[in-house]
Structure formats: structure tokens, C-alpha cells
């Protein structure tokens, strides 16, 4: 795969590579709250071998090998603004014919992108994504907080993100737990969604419930699906890799 620096609206982006398959969709991979390029490790390569589609990983500002974000302080729209981004990056590299990969806040992205830019979002499968604010999502932020400062947490990541770290751990943390973000809420925007979506989550996710995917599949404008994995918690495409592989390669043949 290829990879370089991108500028879109003046922000410095990394981004990772494969268009060696010509006409076919490309597979956007948007990763969570702590994500990265890196961090997908060999999956997006897995399944683009797969589906025979392109593909596309990158890093959101602040985050992995793109520059760091200015501040750590966000609006609480700032998920919008990344799929307004995301769009502005998928001009610029002339994809028409994406297949967004989403997971968790990259999950949320990608619907919000699916909705508001119809033109270019061929399919979504978007994987323990939130479109509302819970206390279970608040429970888990929590403790996530107590490990980064009780264990290595930091340290772990920073071989990742390196001296980005402690500005996207509060940019996450401080946004979400937020008193004006508890009524965060991306219900609106859904029945904008005509693509298909195939909405992936495990049972035992620590950041969210059910609902989160029954609302979203019950609410957007296209057909849409469920894939609930028993015993799975929040990264099913880590935890049972080869189970994600088949079902999204399965629901990305339908579809292109």
C-alpha cells in the first residue's frame, strides 16, 4: 500500500492506499475515539482482498501520523465536521463510488457522511457506532479513564500517536462527558441514509447497547441489516476478525 501527507482544508492528513482494482468501490476505513491507521492492522487489506474493492485508511487530525489537532477542546457537532472533511478528502482523491467502514466515532462518521453526502456513499457498514448519548457509553468512558491513569494506557498508545496522546485522550473524555453534549443526538439525519447499511455490534459491548443499532437500522431511508455477535464487547473486527471479514464481504457482494 502507498501512503503519504494530504492536505484538506488545511489540515495535514495521513492517509494509506490501494487503488489497484480500477472501476470497483473504494472501502473507507474511519477509526474510533483512540484509533488509527495502524491500529486496523491487516483487516482493511483482508477485506479488500476479499471484495476486490480499493481502499482507503486514514488518520483524523490529532491522531496517528497526521499533524495534531489544535486544541482539545471540540464542538458538539465536531463528529459532522469530520464527515464534512471526510467528504472534502474523498473529492480530492475523486472517489465516487465509496464503501465507508466505520467504527465507533468512525462508525457515527460514516452514517453522518452517508447521510449528508447521498452523491457519494455507495453502501455503510458501520460497527458499534453511537447516533445518541448513553450512560453505559458515559460508564465505559469513565473507566477507560481510570485505566489511563492507573496503568500504561498513555505510554501504549503513544507508540501510535505519539506526543498526540494526551490531547485526543481529552478530547475524547472532556467532550463526551460534557454536561451540553448529554443531548447529542444524529437521529435526525438518518432517514437521509439511502444506502444500504449493515450495522455490526456485540452483545457484550462495554460503550454501548442495542439500541443503538436498533434505532439506526429502523430509521434510515435505504434497506438496512443487523449482525449481532454473542460475547463479542466493542471491536468485533479484532476480536473475531474472520467473522467481519465473511459477513461484510458477503453484505459488500450484494451491493456493488
Known amino acids: 500500500m502507498e ?5 484538506v482544508k488545511g489540515k ?39 471484495t476486490k474493492c480499493n481502499v482507503l485508511i486514514y488518520d483524523r487530525l490529532g491522531y496517528g501520523k497526521s499533524y495534531p489537532m489544535p486544541t482539545y ?21 475523486n472517489i465516487d463510488k465509496a464503501i ?26 458501520c460497527e458499534a457506532g453511537h447516533i445518541f ?10 473507566d477507560a479513564l481510570e485505566t489511563y491513569k492507573t496503568t500504561n494506557l498513555a505510554e501504549r498508545l503513544q507508540k501510535y500517536h505519539g506526543d498526540k496522546v494526551k490531547t485526543l485522550f481529552k ?22 441514509i439511502i444506502c444500504p447499511l449493515l450495522f455490526i455490534q456485540g452483545d457484550a459491548d462495554e460503550y454501548g447497547s442495542l439500541e443503538q443499532v436498533n434505532r439506526t437500522i429502523n430509521q434510515v431511508g435505504g434497506t ?22 465473511e459477513k461484510s464481504a458477503a453484505f ?3 451491493i456493488s
Not at 501512503?3 to 492536505?7: A, M, V
Request: with cysteine; net charge negative; proline share 4%.
Open 171 to 192: 478530547a475524547w473524555t472532556e467532550t463526551w462527558t460534557r454536561e451540553d453534549y448529554r443531548t447529542w443526538n444524529i437521529e435526525y439525519l438518518l432517514k437521509d
Open 73 to 93: 477542546e471540540r464542538p458538539v457537532n465536531y463528529m459532522e465536521l469530520e464527515a464534512d472533511l471526510l467528504s472534502s478528502l474523498l473529492t480530492e482523491l
Open 12 to 50: 495535514k492528513l495521513y492517509i494509506k492506499y490501494d487503488f489497484s482494482f480500477g472501476e470497483r468501490p473504494t472501502l473507507i476505513f474511519l477509526h474510533d475515539s483512540l484509533g488509527c491507521a495502524q491500529l486496523w492492522r491487516d483487516f482493511p487489506e483482508r477485506l479488500s482482498e476479499a
Open 224 to 245: 438496512s441489516e443487523k449482525y449481532i455477535i454473542p460475547g463479542a464487547g466493542h471491536t468485533p473486527h479484532k476480536e473475531m476478525p474472520d467473522m467481519i471479514i
Open 133 to 142: 448519548v448513553e450512560e453505559v457509553t458515559l460508564k465505559g468512558i469513565y
Open 252 to 254: 459488500i457482494e450484494e
Open 3 to 7: 501512503e503519504r501527507i494530504i492536505d
Open 100 to 125: 465507508l467502514f466505520g467504527h465507533s466515532d468512525g462508525g457515527t462518521i460514516a452514517l453522518i457522511t452517508a447521510s449528508k453526502y447521498r452523491e457519494k456513499v455507495q453502501a455503510v457498514i
